[in-house]
């Protein structure tokens, strides 16, 4: 039975949680604490309990990004104890479960930190910079018409695997904010590399590349120096080769540019 197992015994944290009323305001952080907490909760479902504990007591609740709550959407984005989604690799911040933490832990939260990524409130972040980068070119253009039969364009699987590890991206930003440049590299490789691996992604492969990574860099990202912390914060598991496919797509797409800079 549940009950009998004494990993579910509640927990009594400590929460130390970035408060910051828009981004032109200073923030800081604010202890907070949370009881019985269980640890088949997720994080998010600890901090619903938070802000419903902090609406009764008539203070303002702790904003903050989330959506699917599955893993999926990307949305979620919480430093958490110095690591972007928490210390369990390959998960999100909304399938971190509280089982990783201990009874009487301090646990702090920041939100996303980049030049680029401009703090919303507390701990909501805006990431329409990454949105743009995919605008500048991570698309294939085509006419509209009949959906073409799936096998019309035959594609080895080992391609196709590969272009689709990359599709895997959820554009949580994570990387940027595990990067001590805050380069969105990784991300933009991803978005890069499954489409140039495919037969429809290559007619638009050189400006795509150059128009990608020079929006990249006209939102303030920084520069990548292959440290790899945001491989090891991906919590999807974009590959660093994505990177180095990145970085033989643009020599190619400069070397026959008609865009010499």
Sequence with gaps: MAGNNPNSTPMNLTLKVWRQKNAKTPGQLVTYKVNDISP?????EMFDVLNEDLLRQGQEPIAFDHDCREGICGMCSMYINGRAHGPEKGTTTCQLHMRKFKDGDTIVVEPWRANAFTVHKDLSVDRSALDRIQ???????????????????????????????????????????????????????????????????????????????????????????????????????????????????????????????
């Excluded at 088949?40 to 998010?44: G, K």
């Excluded at 492969?205 to 991906?234: P, W, Y």
């Design 135 to 261: 605008q500048a070119g991570g698309y294939v253009s085509v006419n509209t018409g009949g959906v073409p039969d799936a096998n019309e364009i035959p594609i080895p699987k080992s391609i196709a695997d590969k272009a689709f590890d990359a599709a895997t991206c959820i554009q949580c930003g994570a990387c940027v904010a595990a990067c001590k440049n805050a380069s969105a590299m990784l991300f933009l490789s991803a978005k890069v590399s499954q489409l140039a691996m495919l037969p429809q992604g290559k007619v638009e492969r050189k400006t795509r590349v150059e128009n990608m990574l020079a929006q990249h860099d006209a939102e303030g990202f920084g520069s990548c120096t292959n440290i790899g912390a945001c491989a090891a914060e991906c919590p999807v598991g974009i590959s660093l080769e994505n990177i180095a496919m990145l970085n033989r797509e643009y020599i190619a797409a400069k070397v026959t540019s008609e865009n010499i800079v």
């Design 40 to 44: 088949d909760m997720s994080f998010l």
